[in-house]
C-alpha cells in the first residue's frame, strides 16, 4: 500500500524558518517525482513546488520562490521543504504528493495526510 | 483567483445525478489531461479521476469524468450522502509550468 507520512508542521514566528518532511513507503520512492501542496485554511489547493527522481529539477510557485528549497534523499524515501522567511500568508496545511505519469498525461496520484503550518506572533 | 474556473457549490438529493465543471485555457486543459480530487472533511485530497475519465482502483463507477476543449466535467450518479466533499479539478499549465488548480466546488447532499 503507498503511503506518505508528513511531519515537521507548527507554530512559528514571522521570518523565522522550519523543514517538512515526508516520508514514502510501499512503493519505489526513487522513481517518481514528487511535489509539495499547500491548503491554507478554509482555502483550496495551491501548488508548491515539484522535484524530480533524481533531484535534477526542482520548480517553485513564485509566492516561495527564493524562500523555500525542496530536496529529496532517495536513500531514506524521503521528501523535504525546508521553509526560510516565512511569512502569515504561508499559514497552510502542506501535503506530500507522489507524481505519475509525464507530460501531457501526469496525476498527482497519492497524498500524505498533511501537516499544518502556522506563522504567527 | 484560481487557474481553473468551478462554480464554488453544487447541490442534489439522494440518488440524482450532478455534474460539476471545470474550464481552463489552451495551456492547461486543452493541452493536458484532467484529474478530479475528492476531499472530505479534515482529510487530504483523494484522486477521483485522472487522464480525464478513468477512475482508480477502488472509485465506484458512480463518479465519471468527461472533457472536451478547455472545459471538464465531473458527473455524480446516484448520489449519496457520503458524496458530500469539496471537488477540485487539476492539472499540468504549459505556459506556467506548474499544477494548476480549480477552487473548489462544496457539494450538499441534501
Known amino acids: 500500500e503507498v503511503q506518505l507520512v508528513e511531519s515537521g508542521g507548527g507554530l512559528v514566528q514571522p521570518g523565522g524558518s522550519l523543514r517538512l518532511s515526508c516520508v514514502g513507503s510501499?512503493?519505489?520512492?526513487?522513481?517518481?517525482?514528487m511535489n509539495w501542496v499547500r491548503q491554507a485554511p478554509g482555502k483550496g489547493l495551491g501548488w508548491v513546488s515539484y522535484i524530480n527522481s533524481d533531484s535534477r529539477t526542482m520548480d517553485y510557485a513564485d509566492s516561495v520562490k527564493g524562500r523555500f528549497t525542496i530536496s529529496r534523499d532517495n536513500a531514506k524515501n524521503t521528501l523535504y521543504l525546508q521553509m526560510n522567511s516565512l511569512r502569515d500568508e504561508d499559514t497552510a496545511v502542506y501535503y506530500c504528493?507522489?507524481?505519475w505519469g509525464v507530460g501531457w498525461r501526469r496525476s498527482l496520484d497519492y497524498w500524505g495526510q498533511g501537516t499544518l503550518v502556522t506563522v504567527s506572533s | 483567483q484560481s487557474v481553473l474556473t468551478q462554480p464554488p457549490s453544487a447541490s442534489g438529493t439522494p440518488g440524482q445525478r450532478v455534474t460539476i465543471s471545470c474550464s481552463g485555457i489552451s495551456s492547461n486543459i486543452g493541452s493536458n489531461t484532467v484529474n478530479w480530487y475528492q476531499q472530505l472533511p479534515g482529510t487530504a485530497p483523494k484522486l477521483l479521476i485522472h487522464?480525464?475519465?478513468q477512475r482508480p482502483s477502488g472509485v465506484p463507477d458512480r463518479f465519471s469524468g468527461s472533457k472536451s476543449g478547455t472545459s471538464a466535467s465531473l458527473a455524480i450518479s446516484g448520489l449519496q450522502s457520503e458524496d458530500e466533499a469539496d471537488y477540485y479539478c487539476a492539472t499540468w499549465d504549459d505556459s506556467l509550468n506548474t499544477w494548476v488548480f480549480g477552487g473548489g466546488t462544496t457539494l450538499t447532499v441534501l
Open positions: 487522464s480525464n475519465n
Open positions: 504528493a507522489r507524481e
Open positions: 510501499g512503493f519505489t520512492f526513487s522513481s517518481y517525482s
